[in-house]
């Protein structure tokens, strides 16, 4: 019985018929993989034309990203949200280091604005999907922000961590890209460490 269901699997024993499908289907597979891989003018056009549209789209959201980092810089957080979570749609097919700048931007501008929950909600996305590893610097902003809403041994916890990775973040470092409320809260954590 085993030596017949061998047989009957054995490409000797499959029927002609089958075998010219394979076949037929083989050379289709061929034919389409050949066009694929040959460069023809369209071919090279297309491709030209996406490297063109990544470049400008790029482009794109290198520019918003200096104008939320402006706005934000200038104290005007509410324009910086509105930009970073601009730059956040438009560029989660351009560049992921792009995207997870701008969603740390709109957490920081939320904060800044009085909006904690918020803040941390975003925060707490960012530092738990660790889509690019685990970032110190936002783990930090993380633990201060969730320290200031009386969230003290998860904010610890977070804290410890963020300072074992990156150790320089302890008393009187000032993290870039944080906002002046942030960064007042850093101090008070601080201090009671």
Known sequence: MARAM?????PATVPAMSAARSSSRRRLLIAMNSAVLVPTKSNSCKAAQTDEAFE???????????EADTFFASGEYESAYEKY????????????????RARFGRACALY???RDRQ???????LVLRRQLGLDAEKAAALAVALYA???DEEAEDIYATATAIMPK?????????????????KDRFDRLL
Not at 6 to 10: L, R
Request: charged share 25%.
């Open 112 to 114: 800044e604005q009085g």
């Open 119 to 125: 803040a941390v909600i975003l925060l707490e996305d």
């Open 6 to 10: 061998a047989m009957a699997m054995c």
């Open 56 to 66: 400008a789209a790029l482009k794109r959201a290198e520019q918003t990203l200096n």
């Open 85 to 100: 979570t601009e730059l956040v749609r438009s560029s989660e097919n351009v560049s992921i280091v792009l995207n997870e």
């Open 149 to 151: 809403m009386k969230r």
């Open 169 to 185: 973040l302890t008393k009187g470092y000032v993290p870039p890209r944080w906002g002046p409320r942030l960064l007042a809260a």
